[in-house]
């Protein structure tokens, strides 16, 4: 089956950094995206890997190992509107097309 | 301004009373899908649909229905609602490829509840 395995919750200080892991297996991997979602509102995209590496985006970044099923993301410079949930979430081919399978997420909390 | 909207964001109603939730997408996407969020297990999707009139069951269809007869409008109707259909829905929408652009983009959510 297709399963997506991340921390439920973390928390972390202002200014800090903070990495939170992803592990997955699934077939027909086809790319693995990070999203934002603040309490009740929707997720917004934050990051994409395909290929094996770094994302650097701002204070964001991501890092993919295929070989390994694995993914993170890390924040620096923490600050309090960090906190929020990030789902991890794995495009697979299946079917004939592209679906998202997403993580339960993780909840992260930045305290002063 | 790009955008997925949804309507109502907030429902209360009662078991056995159809109802529509509305989702509607203004980038000309041509695949658009349902998702319900429930606590500790993440953003599951209910359908999908690849273009207009073509569509197809997610992981968690029962239910539930859709259609798709404008590409801008993908609707979810719950026939005939019951207790364990109470959740956070969330309509997305995206281009079909591969590349980083068919990041998918959510609408606002409805907080649906059913008694």
């Known amino acids: 089956g297709q399963n997506i395995d991340q921390p439920t919750e973390m928390t972390a200080t202002e200014g800090a950094i903070v990495q939170i892991n992803c592990t997955y297996q699934t077939s027909g991997f086809n790319g693995l995206f990070w999203y934002q979602q603040h309490a009740g509102e929707a997720p917004t995209f934050l990051s994409y890997n395909v290929l094996d590496g770094l994302e650097e985006k701002g204070r964001f970044s991501s890092f993919l190992s295929r070989s390994k099923g694995y993914s993170y993301l890390l924040l620096k410079e923490l600050q309090m509107k960090d906190s929020a949930s990030y789902l991890c979430?794995?495009?697979?081919?299946?079917?004939?097309?592209?679906?998202?399978?997403f993580g339960a997420g993780t909840r992260l909390a930045v305290h002063p | 301004e790009a955008q997925v909207t949804q309507n109502p964001r907030y429902l209360i109603t009662v078991t056995g009373k159809k109802l529509t939730v509305t989702c509607s997408q203004n980038m000309n996407h041509e695949y658009m899908s349902w998702y319900r969020q429930d606590p500790g297990l993440g953003l599951r999707q209910i359908y999908y649909s690849m273009n207009v009139e073509v569509t197809d069951k997610g992981d968690v269809p029962e239910g539930y229905k859709v259609s798709r007869k404008e590409k801008r409008n993908f609707p979810l109707i719950l026939e005939s609602p019951s207790p364990n259909q109470t959740s956070l829905y969330f309509c997305?929408?995206?281009?079909?490829?591969?590349?980083?652009?068919?990041?998918?983009?959510f609408g606002p959510g409805t907080r649906l509840t059913v008694l």
């Open positions: 997305a929408s995206s281009l079909v490829g591969t590349d980083r652009s068919d990041t998918q983009y």
């Open positions: 979430a794995v495009r697979v081919f299946s079917g004939g097309y592209n679906k998202l399978i």
